[in-house]
């Protein structure tokens, strides 16, 4: 019959938790930061040739208002949240460019209903920082490490 040796090690629980809250909190901000950045550039600005962009291209913000609504939040039940700041009402312009759909444009000086079709710029800044996670991860382990 064989017999179980008492490990030498010990796991301070709440030490642990501590290290790992820390660690998970640094990750989250960098993570966030990137995105939001990436998303940033990825949004252009007006050019003389060209005041909109093609459908599946990242958008043209003609007014600059778009790249100043995006933030990042950390959330402690669903991690980081990234993105524009969404408004109430029916006409969801950032979400419109996203994923496409209704919005409001003005159009000669007047307001119209319009149908955009997706320019998406938040899935492929996501898309572009999350090959860096792993790296994210193990320099805050670093970072923290002995603390």
Not at 40 to 59: L, M, Q, T, V, Y
């Amino acid at each position: 019959m064989a017999k179980a040796k008492k490990s030498r090690f010990t796991f301070d629980r709440k030490k642990l938790q501590k290290h790992f809250g820390r660690v998970r909190l640094q990750v989250f901000q960098w993570f966030g930061n990137d995105v939001r950045r990436a998303a940033k550039r990825r949004i252009k600005k007006p050019s003389k040739k060209r005041a909109e962009s093609k459908p599946g291209e990242s958008p043209v913000d003609r007014t600059g208002t778009l790249k100043k609504l995006i933030f990042y939040e950390i959330d402690p039940i669903r991690g980081v949240v990234i993105g524009p700041v969404q408004f109430k009402g029916r006409y969801q312009g950032a979400k419109a460019l996203e994923y496409g759909g209704p919005s409001r444009a003005k159009v000669r000086g007047k307001w119209k209903k319009v149908v955009v079709k997706k320019r998406p710029f938040m899935q492929p800044a996501l898309n572009e920082v999350k090959k860096t996670l792993p790296d994210k991860w193990k320099r805050a382990g670093e970072k923290f490490a002995g603390k």
